[in-house]
């Protein structure tokens, strides 16, 4: 199993530049896609980034790729997401995901993900 637990969130200007960070305990972790989702409020949960086991490949959403950067350190156990010139509709609560197949496009989808953080309040002002 691996547990997860998201930290960084916060209320940040548009324009500015914030870092999540997930850690992970679990003998899993090393060998696990993980992914970055979001969900605004009265939205359905959306996908952010994802990034393979060894942090050689990852897969950004088109609507951040230009903004989001996904990251993972193995020997720390932990996954990164650096978003930078935030926007109002970036508000949203950020989780990570864990799963066990490898990176592809579909893991875009939450159904690739075998575990979930509690998630981490982002919000934008403007």
């Known amino acids: 199993q691996v547990q997860l637990v998201e930290s960084g969130g916060g209320l940040v200007q548009a324009g500015d530049s914030l870092s999540l960070s997930c850690a992970a305990s679990?003998?899993?972790?090393?060998?696990?896609?993980m992914g970055w989702f979001r969900q605004a409020p009265g939205k359905e949960r959306e996908f952010v980034a994802a990034?393979?086991?060894?942090?050689?490949?990852?897969y950004a959403a088109d609507s951040v790729k230009d903004r989001a950067t996904i990251s993972r350190d193995n020997a720390k156990k932990t996954v990164y997401l650096l978003m930078n010139s935030l926007k109002p509709e970036d508000t949203a609560v950020y989780y990570c995901?864990?799963?066990?197949?490898?990176?592809?496009?579909?893991?875009?989808?939450?159904?690739?993900?075998?575990?979930w953080g509690q998630g981490t309040q982002v919000t934008v002002s403007s």
């Open positions: 995901a864990a799963g066990a197949g490898p990176l592809t496009y579909g893991s875009s989808r939450s159904r690739a993900y075998d575990y």
């Open positions: 990034i393979s086991w060894t942090g050689g490949s990852t």
């Open positions: 679990g003998r899993s972790f090393s060998t696990s896609t």
